[in-house]
Nanobody, 113 residues
């Protein structure tokens, strides 16, 4: 079964850091575009960071300079989140796409002020 599994979420104080991980099962992330999305209660899901097949990264303005997307040469993708703010509280999802797209189940990040 092809799937993505996120981990690394949790409760952190404002200003703290978390590192989210996304592991691909049944396939590798080679040549996939990957992205990290988040969805806060009552809001639409938004793309916060992406990396295309050529390793070009993009970030939404609200996380620029604080979040870093990365991957290794295999099954893992990461989102390093620094200087967290209460408005970063959301469920975070990883996504991989190469013709067909795959979503993870999400991991909760809660930032207390």
């Amino acid at each position: 079964q092809l799937q993505l599994v996120e981990s690394g979420g949790g409760l952190v104080q404002s200003g703290g850091s978390l590192r989210l991980s996304c592991v691909a099962s049944g396939f590798t992330l080679d040549h996939y575009a990957i992205g990290w999305f988040r969805q806060a209660p009552g809001k639409e899901r938004e793309l916060v960071a992406s990396m295309d097949r050529w390793e070009t990264t993009r970030y939404v303005g609200s996380v620029e300079g604080r979040f870093t997307i990365s991957r290794d040469n295999g099954k893992n993708a990461y989102l390093q989140m620094n200087s967290l703010k209460s408005e970063d509280t959301a469920v975070y999802y990883c996504y991989a796409h190469r013709g067909v797209g795959y979503w993870g189940q999400g991991t909760q990040v809660t930032v207390s002020s």
